[in-house]
């Protein structure tokens, strides 16, 4: 048993990026809290990343600036980093570690639970398996959002990954359920004025009291960043395992997060993987990515859309790359798309969602969805192909077949992928589908099969009638 | 018992103290939770344990206790359904005990203790008797899960149980030994005996005629599947999971996503194995540690599932691992290796890393087991990897080529294009055509090899005179390229592509590869001809048997597509004759 008073130290010993180490602790436990008093009387909080009889490491959230190793004192509270939780919650807005950033006053706690959840039994989870209508043609058709699932947004500086995250988050439905959603954003590192798009963009629809902010912007201490996506997800986890509400967490930007990640590796001098991200890092992301789901017998739900930032568009940069092998698929935004004007400029080629077949056919979107999203993949990469040949033989070259093909990639793009801020449901969007299609020959449509194309194909076989 | 205490705790390694006398790979007990450990390292009195639970609220000063066991699981009826972490305990009980989610300390048994199962003895009173004899048998689902004496073990049989009995009942007795239950525990980092290994001679069919028929794995084979994310890893272990001849399949889920195990979880009760007609889930064991799941248990997972394997290998079984992903395997041996502070190899992975792997893929085999009678066995080892970047120069992928007889290496690109299954056929290769081709040409065909050869060259040439259309345009083609152009174009669409959901393709027997790759050799075979004869090659893919041969994978069966072959050469001489 720990004893009911707890022991101040002032035996900080050395200091180091946002690390302090503090000699001879007496039962600290791994993973605690700690609070760090700086000689001015500000408090701080850390917590416990090693600890030996010698040397406890503390890591403290809002930096290490004006600590001093002799008048500092650090208090360990004997708890794992816990945050006070409440419907309540909706509505407001907090910081990183999940104190109130509005004027108002804290929240009444239903529940403290540890930030760092605990993992889901795979036995208890259920399996994903409703649609998520968004709207965005893009997604919904071709690579479609289930609810449950974590689907990221893979963006470049400068592409308009928060406006699509914004209009997901205003037009997503799940058909015969209105109501009992909510919104969970945490934000790591982004500008003040993205944050601000983002209060206005739900202000505007009327869900910012659906929304929970928790908020670190880019002035803020990067290592709160590591606290804030635990933060929301606990906060997540509550909402909808306690008030059985389908949550949506966005969580934005996990580049930043991987950077804070890096800046505590690298102070802790530990052998670096790739880039000089620590070798654990697909392990600590996989502790966010893998709190999205469902469980047996209970209502409410996690999806997750996180967004990153890929540097210089390099998919295989490890915060993608890492992204990648654990969420369920990835959206994928491209350079070259946005400067020709297609909005949202997602590529599907790289795009996918690896849960979509839980969500489509009969009684969830149409029976031919599948076989269209496979034909229209198939035609678009062909017609891909086909510029780069264009490029170098001229269109000229081409047969007519291909030329097809070409005509259909760009309407694809122009008419399918680009639609701004429309909202559509999945039968337009499969209906835009099948007249790109109907301009390539009908025994060039492979991947549907003879029935499918006899009931939905708009000209085929409908001259004579 | 030897008792230590807690000195030192970095995630998942934890120093303790006072343990001098304690074994490397001994099984601990830290702290007042009792979380379960291994020691990796002993330093004079101090021991390095890499802890299978999660560390944070765990203290220095608190007690370390010692079992003086290595890490073992439990073997018995009662494994095939089960579903279990990376230490051998059963999620269901885990749930029963702390809920949706996951807490520490709990300690429940491997199989169940309290099940019964129907006793049959083979051996009789007064058999000698020695390590790997069948004692009896009994049904554990389709399987006749047949209880030996254990490794080790030899004498006269002083009685033989008979009835129905509990895993912890005593099946029989031999002079001058300990009595012999039905359960028996091994420790999973060493390999089980066997009496001699074999040849890999017989092909480990799964119904992808990629796989079949180009890049073939024999029973007791070992393959890799390599690939950036989204190239469809996953659904080629499943495919695998679910179509793969052999009695007993492991699936472990090593640091993967919760999402899948719970699909396979849900879907293989509903499949039915082609061959037995029965649920794919009776025969199968699953290992979910997935990725938020501790680091350590992750590095166990693997050697859990072999040692499972292995068990049913002896009773004269084909058993499939598929392990996914192994990558996320060696992850957590790097980040343990990090944490003992060892000097860095390759990417940060430690030296021993290759031992490491190839240890570990030379548990597959096929072998003649220990034991009277002329059982044979198999554990074959399918190991998805994960590849940084999808980039194949890095360690893990680099040490298991090294060792595996199959490489099915996948592509991003044909994933883009959703070219599935996206195996490259430039790029994978299997070592065991030789010692399979005499199974092939005397179960499917004579011709298997020669068809298969023609197919890698017309395939290959495809590739070169990709680069030249590239360049020049398809049009600066000569007449005979173009029609290797086409050809190729139905192998691919026609042939390689194969739906893993559909109900038809998602199975294609072998008799049906072999056909459907003749009709279009034959399609091939005719548009030379008649070419050579004068005949346009606008005119042979006119020819209606193009969109039937499109059609082979759906809707045909064997008749129709030797029909089909027939027609082709009918259609061909007739086009010949117009002219």
Wanted: aromatic share 8%; glycine share 8%.
């Amino acid at each position: 048993m720990r004893p009911l008073f707890t022991k101040e130290y002032r035996t900080v010993s050395y200091v180091s990026g946002p690390l302090i180490y503090v000699e001879r602790p007496r039962r600290i436990s791994y993973g605690e809290v700690a609070s760090i008093t700086l000689p001015d009387g500000e408090e701080r909080t850390g917590q416990v990343l090693d600890i030996s009889r010698e040397v406890a490491v503390v890591q403290v959230y809002e930096g290490t600036n004006r600590v001093d190793d002799r008048d500092t004192r650090v208090r360990f509270t004997g708890e794992p980093q816990r945050l006070d939780v409440s419907i309540e919650m909706l509505g407001r807005v907090f910081d990183g570690l999940g104190r109130p950033r509005d004027t108002r006053p804290p929240i009444v706690p239903e529940e403290r639970p540890d930030i760092n959840g605990m993992p889901i039994n795979p036995f208890a989870r259920d399996k994903p398996a409703d649609f998520v209508q968004t709207g965005v043609s893009a997604i919904d058709g071709l690579n479609t959002l289930v609810r449950g699932q974590k689907l990221p947004i893979f963006s470049g500086a400068g592409l308009p990954a928060n406006r699509l995250a914004a209009q997901i988050t205003r037009q997503s439905r799940v058909r015969e359920e209105e109501g009992n959603f909510a919104v969970v954003f945490a934000a790591m590192g982004i500008t003040w004025q993205e944050a601000s798009f983002f209060t206005q963009e739900f202000e505007e629809t009327g869900a910012l009291e659906r929304v929970i902010f928790f908020l670190n912007l880019a002035d803020d201490p990067t290592i709160e960043r590591i606290a804030t996506p635990r933060c929301a997800l606990t906060a997540a986890e509550h909402l909808a395992y306690a008030h059985d509400l389908h949550v949506l967490v966005i969580m934005t930007d996990m580049t930043n997060y991987c950077e804070a990640l890096r800046e505590i590796s690298t102070a802790r001098e530990e052998v670096p993987g790739r880039r000089g991200y620590p070798g654990y890092m697909y392990t600590d992301l996989s502790s966010l990515y893998e709190r999205a789901g469902r469980i047996k017998g209970r209502n409410g739900s996690i999806t997750q859309i996180p967004i990153l930032t890929m540097p210089d568009d390099d998919i295989t940069h490890p915060v993608p790359d890492l992204t990648g092998y654990i969420t369920e698929g990835q959206i994928v935004l491209s350079r070259d798309l946005f400067r020709r004007g297609i909005d949202p400029p997602i590529d599907v080629l790289p795009s996918l969602s690896r849960l979509m077949s839980l969500g489509i056919g009969p009684g969830k979107t149409r029976e031919d969805h599948r076989n269209v999203s496979d034909q229209v993949y198939a035609s678009y990469a062909y017609g891909r192909d086909l510029r780069r040949l264009v490029a170098i033989v001229g269109e000229e070259a081409l047969t007519e077949l291909d030329r097809a093909y070409l005509a259909f990639a760009d309407r694809f793009e122009g008419g399918f992928v680009s639609q701004r801020n429309e909202d559509r449901s999945i039968e337009e969007t499969l209906g835009i589908a099948w007249e790109l299609l109907s301009s390539l020959p009908v025994h060039e449509l492979k991947r549907i099969s003879p029935e499918l194309i006899d009931r939905y194909h708009p000209t085929h076989g409908k001259e004579e009638s | 018992m030897i008792q230590g205490e807690v000195i030192r705790v970095s995630g998942p390694v934890v120093h303790a103290g006072g343990l001098r006398g304690s074994k490397m790979y001994d099984v601990v007990m830290v702290g007042e939770e009792a979380l379960t450990g291994e020691v990796i390292r002993l330093d004079q009195d101090v021991a390095i344990i890499q802890v299978y639970e999660d560390t944070t609220g765990l203290g220095t000063g608190e007690v370390v206790e010692n079992t003086g066991e290595p890490l073992r699981v439990e073997l018995g009826p009662g494994l095939l359904t089960s579903i279990y972490d990376g230490v051998q305990r059963p999620l269901p009980l885990l749930a029963e005990q702390s809920g949706d989610f996951i807490s520490r300390g709990l300690r429940v048994p491997g199989i169940d203790h309290s099940r019964r199962w129907e006793f049959e003895p083979v051996a009789r009173e007064g058999d000698a008797v020695g390590p790997g004899d069948v004692l009896g048998t009994v049904r554990e689902y389709h399987l006749e899960h047949r209880i030996l004496v254990p490794p080790g073990v030899s004498g006269t049989l002083e009685s033989v149980s008979d009835g129905s009995l509990t895993v912890d009942d005593v099946v029989a007795r031999l002079d001058g030994e300990r009595p012999i239950p039905m359960v028996q525990a091994w420790p999973v980092r060493k390999g089980r005996p066997y009496a001699r290994k074999l040849d890999p001679s017989l092909p480990l069919v799964t119904g992808q005629r990629i796989f079949d028929s180009l890049f073939p794995i024999a029973k007791g084979g070992t393959a890799m599947i390599p690939g950036g994310f989204g190239t469809g890893k996953t659904v080629s272990e499943q495919t695998l999971a679910r179509w793969a001849d052999a009695h007993v399949v492991v699936y472990i889920g090593c640091g993967e996503r919760g999402n899948e195990m719970t699909d396979v979880l849900s879907e293989f009760p509903e499949l039915v194995d082609p061959r037995t007609g029965n649920p794919l889930i009776e025969r199968t064991i699953m290992i979910a540690n997935t990725s938020n799941m501790p680091v350590a248990a992750r590095e166990a997972s693997i050697y859990t599932g072999i040692t499972m394997a292995e068990y049913y290998r002896d009773q004269g079984y084909d058993v499939a691992l598929l392990a996914d992903s192994t990558s996320r395997w060696g992850e957590a041996l790097r980040e343990v290796s990090g944490r003992l502070e060892e000097m860095p190899g390759e990417e940060g992975y430690p030296a021993y890393l290759a031992a490491r792997l190839a240890a570990f893929y030379e548990r597959a085999g096929r072998t003649a087991c220990l034991g009277a009678g002329d059982r044979a066995g198999s554990v074959t080892v399918v190991g998805a990897v994960s590849p940084p970047g999808g980039d194949f120069s890095e360690p893990i992928t680099q040490n298991t080529l090294r060792i595996v007889g199959t490489f099915w290496a996948l592509d991003t690109n044909l994933a883009y294009r959703r070219h599935f299954p996206s195996v490259s056929w430039i790029k994978s290769h299997s070592l065991y055509l030789d010692s399979l081709k005499d199974w092939y040409s005397a179960s499917v065909a004579p011709d298997w090899v020669a068809l298969r050869d023609r197919t890698m060259y017309l395939l290959q040439k495809e590739a070169e005179l990709q680069e030249v259309v590239q360049l020049v345009g398809p049009d600066a083609l000569p007449e005979g390229e173009k029609a290797v152009l086409e050809v190729t174009r139905m192998l691919r669409e026609d042939f390689l592509q194969q739906s893993a959901y559909s109900l038809v393709d998602g199975f294609c027997p072998l008799e049906k590869q072999y056909l459907m790759l003749k009709a279009i050799l034959a399609y091939y075979d005719a548009a030379v001809a008649t070419m050579g004869r004068g005949v346009a090659l606008r005119q042979v893919l006119a020819l209606p048997e193009k969109n039937e041969i499109a059609r082979m994978k759906e809707q045909y069966d064997a008749p129709r597509i030797r029909d089909l072959i027939e027609s082709i050469g009918v259609s061909a001489r007739a086009l010949e004759a117009e002219r």
